[in-house]
């Protein structure tokens, strides 16, 4: 609720369009430029004896479902804005844009509160999909680092002397 709600607003658009780019740099950069550092060849077996597809899908999948989710939470928006027209609806400015396309499109404002809650369910569970993805792929770190920085330990592979059992005197 108010002013706190409305800026709120704005930045989550703006971060979704952020969001949605980013995206699509890291598609094009995957798949379209191929630097080496992203090349699933294997240095010690010769082209063809393995199969790194699993892990060309597993790409796929990762930025197909998070491009889906920033859309469908844009469509969210649009869908309630277009059902409801809120007084704050130009501080969605994603939502506010998008809603007046899909209204001079002929979507009436019942149209828009169906679509929206189909569209609702949608983003949630494709949210949900993409969290119980996490473990089973390459993206596995996003859940692992945190545990991997706080519990490492940082002489390991290193001599390291106790002092106290030989205290300085």
């Not at 809120?86 to 828009?112: D, H, I, M």
């Amino acid at each position: 609720r108010g002013t706190f709600y409305l800026w709120y607003s704005v930045i989550l658009d703006v971060m979704g369009v952020a969001f949605l780019a980013g995206l699509a740099v890291m598609t094009a950069r995957r798949w379209t430029v191929r630097p080496p550092e992203l090349d699933y060849a294997r240095p010690d077996r010769p082209a063809g004896a393995y199969d790194r597809r699993p892990y060309s899908r597993d790409d796929a999948l990762f930025l197909g479902l998070l491009f889906a989710i920033g859309v469908t939470g844009f469509l969210v928006e649009a869908f309630r804005i277009a059902a409801d027209r809120p007084p704050w609806e130009p501080w969605s400015v994603v939502g506010w844009q998008l809603a007046n396309v899909l209204e001079a499109a002929g979507l009436t404002p019942r149209g828009a509160n169906a679509a929206h809650l189909w569209t609702w369910w949608g983003h949630a569970l494709l949210a949900f999909a993409f969290i119980a993805s996490l473990p089973y792929s390459k993206a596995v770190h996003i859940l692992t680092d945190v545990a991997n920085l706080l519990l490492r330990d940082e002489y390991a592979g290193r001599v390291r002397i106790v002092m106290r059992h030989f205290p300085l005197r």
